[in-house]
């Protein structure tokens, strides 16, 4: 599964599962576009930019940033192969009746509408390219709804339906779509909320990049549409 003279524009780069993913596109010879909110988050998490790597700050939720780093990312490694949708976030304790705008907002944004954005960008250049690879991180609470968990399980849930429908309109231009499901990953975070739980059943960053990395290469190019649960030993 190599990927020299490819490039890799991975989403939330800065947190423990862009850092796994980035890691593993590295190890493979890719050249990486990683994108962040601040630039200090990144060179906190990567050190120093490189020739085969470049940083970028870059606000998901604003379609001409988003543009711009598209920009920039041609500018320097000439296209875009493969797109890690990884950016996310979670909240959860709300009846769905008590759900207030703000979180109902909140979780639609960041779990949606960073991957509209991105795909808004990014698609019409693989297709001018000739094709690509897209993986969209979601969560396996995404495929039923969980009590105090509606507006959550509702956003991750909405970027699998869009996962299937981009899979259904772009598998002709030769681009694959799919998502992977994780259940809790084990992250310094995670472990601190959670301190009676084992860690051990729950999913390594590292393995679920794997994962990414398989349905990023050319190994899984008959793969469409799937929502593949990573569900580690739990």
């Known amino acids: 599964m190599s990927f020299e003279h490819q490039t890799v524009m991975v989403t939330g780069a800065a947190g423990n599962l862009g850092q796994a993913v980035a890691a593993a596109f590295a190890g493979q010879g890719a050249r990486q576009v990683l994108l962040g909110r601040q630039l200090d988050s990144l060179r906190a998490a990567f050190g120093d930019e490189g020739p085969d790597r470049l940083f970028l700050a870059t606000d998901l939720l604003n379609g001409q940033q988003v543009a711009a780093a598209l920009a920039a990312a041609v500018a320097r490694f000439g296209r875009i192969d493969v797109l890690c949708n990884l950016a996310g976030g979670f909240r959860m304790g709300d009846a769905v009746h008590e759900t207030a705008d703000s979180t109902w907002d909140f979780l639609l944004d960041i779990n949606a509408r960073t991957l509209l954005n991105m795909t808004r960008a990014v698609v019409p250049h693989m297709i001018e390219r000739g094709g690509g690879k897209i993986v969209n ?98």
């Not at 339906?161 to 259940?183: D, F, G, H, K, S």
């Not at 590292?206 to 649960?229: E, N, Q, T, W, Y």
């Open 137 to 234: 991180v979601r969560a396996y609470a995404a495929q039923k709804g969980v009590a105090q968990m509606g507006a959550y399980c509702a956003s991750k849930s909405s970027v699998i339906r869009l996962t299937e429908a981009m899979a259904a309109e772009l598998r002709e231009q030769n681009i694959n779509v799919n998502c992977v499901l994780p259940t809790i990953i084990d992250t310094p975070e995670n472990r601190a909320a959670m301190p009676g739980v084992d860690p051990l059943r729950w999913v390594a960053p590292k393995d679920l990049a794997s994962v990414i990395v398989f349905l990023a290469s050319d190994a899984a190019r008959a793969v469409h549409g799937v929502a593949l649960p990573v569900t580690g030993l739990s």
